[in-house]
C-alpha cells in the first residue's frame, strides 16, 4: 500500500504526507494513463493511434480510392494497399483482420478530400488587366460562325461543370454539343483534350 511504502522512505526532510502525496500524484499522471499505452487500447484503437502517427489518409471523392503519405516525410500521396498496412500492422504486432481495417479505411476515420475543391479553392485571384484569358485564347483555334456567342457559351459551360464537380447538388441541365458536317473534324479529340 502507498502507507507501508511512505514508511520506508520516511525521514525528517520527506514526511509521509509529503510521500503519499507524491505517490498518488504520479498513479493519477496523464503518462501513466492506460489510453497512452498502446497495449491498453481496442484493438481497433490500435489500429486508428497506429495510422494517426504515421501517416494522413484520405478518401479521394472523386477517384473512390482511399490515399494517404507519410506524416513524417515529404512524399505524395499514393493508394493505399490494405494487404501491405495488414503486414505492417503484423510487423508492429497490432492485428486486425482485413475485413475490420477496410471498414475502418471507409469510415468517418478517414478525411474526404476533393482534388478539384482544392484546386479551385486555392488558385489566386485571376486579374483581367494583366492576366491572359486562357479560355478566349483556346476559342481562337475554334472555327465557329458567331465567335463572340460562342466565347459566351463556352465559357459558361467551363463554369457549369466546374460547379457540378465542386458544389453538392449543383446540376447542369444545359448540353454543350459541337456538330460539324462530317466525321473526324476533331469533336471528340477536342472534348477529351479539354
Known sequence: TISETGK????QDFLLSEIESTIKSAYSSKSNDSS??????????RVEKYIEEKYVVRLNE?????EFK????????KEVNEHSLIRELEHNNIK???????SLLQSDFVTVYNPFKDYFENLKPWDASTEID???KVCDYIPVKDIDSFRVQFKKMLVRCIACSTIDHVFNKQVFVLIGASQNTGKSTFIRWL
Open 62 to 66: 472523386v477517384s473512390g480510392k482511399v
Open 70 to 77: 507519410n506524416l513524417h516525410e515529404d512524399s505524395p500521396y
Open 96 to 102: 486486425i483482420g482485413l475485413p475490420k481495417l477496410i
Open 134 to 136: 486562357f479560355i478566349d
Open 8 to 11: 520506508r522512505f520516511e525521514s
Open 36 to 45: 497512452n499505452n498502446l497495449n491498453d487500447l481496442s484493438p481497433l484503437k
